[in-house]
Structure formats: C-alpha cells, structure tokens
C-alpha cells in the first residue's frame, strides 16, 4: 500500500504554471505506475496523465498533451506534474494515485486500476 500527500495546487492566471507534488510512503512505491487524475465542479473525475513504474513510458490525455509533463523521483518518492500554458478548464481538484499492480508493462488510464489515492489539491485558473 501506498500513501500518497498532494501539494502545489493554487490559484493562477491563464498562461500560467503550477508544479503539483505527490509525496508518497511505502515499499512500494518503485514498483508501481503512477498517476494523475482531476475533478471539476459538477463533473467526473478524469485522467490526466501517467507513468510507468520505470518512468519509461507515459500517456497524457489529449487537452494537456504539450502542456502538462509528468515525472517521478523515486529517490525521492514523489511524482511531480508540471503544468504550463494553464486554462480556466484546467480547473479542478487533482488527485495522485498509486496503481494496485506492481511493474505493470503499459501505462494504466482507468481509475479502476488505481488503488491509492490521495487527498487532492485544488488548481484554480483565471481567466
């Protein structure tokens, strides 16, 4: 099991950036991909981006492609999200999470196949 702290989230004009960080807790945590996922008000939550538990291999969804990079530290344990050239529909709640599979071979996307999950932090952007 994972436990995993988000942090970084703020309030930021458009054009913007924001670093979000995921600091995590456990064995396991080398050997797992790990994710980023978002909730807008009134909206399901939706991936964002993820990386393989090497961080040889990640997947964005199409709106953040070119914008938003996601790496890892594992000396570290923390996942980092770097989010440039921010939009008023970035806004959300981001949530990291943990896949429940260690050294999973491609990149997981759905919810389902995450079984940590943080807190989330709120990212606000202004239009």
């Known amino acids: 099991q994972v436990q995993l702290v988000e942090s970084g989230g703020g309030l930021v004009q458009a054009g913007g950036s924001l670093r979000l960080s995921c600091a995590a807790s456990g064995r396991t945590f080398t050997s797992v991909a790990l994710g980023w996922f978002r909730q807008a008000p009134g909206k399901e939550r939706e991936f964002v981006a993820a990386t393989t538990w090497s961080g040889t291999n990640t997947y964005y969804r199409d709106s953040v492609k070119g914008r938003f990079t996601i790496s890892r530290d594992d000396a570290k344990k923390i996942l980092y999200l770097q989010m440039n050239s921010l939009k008023p529909e970035d806004t959300a709640v981001y949530y990291c999470?943990?896949?429940?599979?260690?050294?999973?071979?491609?990149?997981?996307?759905?919810?389902?196949?995450?079984?940590?999950w943080g807190q989330g932090t709120q990212v606000t952007v202004s239009s």
């Open positions: 999470a943990a896949d429940s599979v260690t050294y999973r071979t491609v990149v997981p996307v759905y919810e389902t196949s995450f079984g940590s």
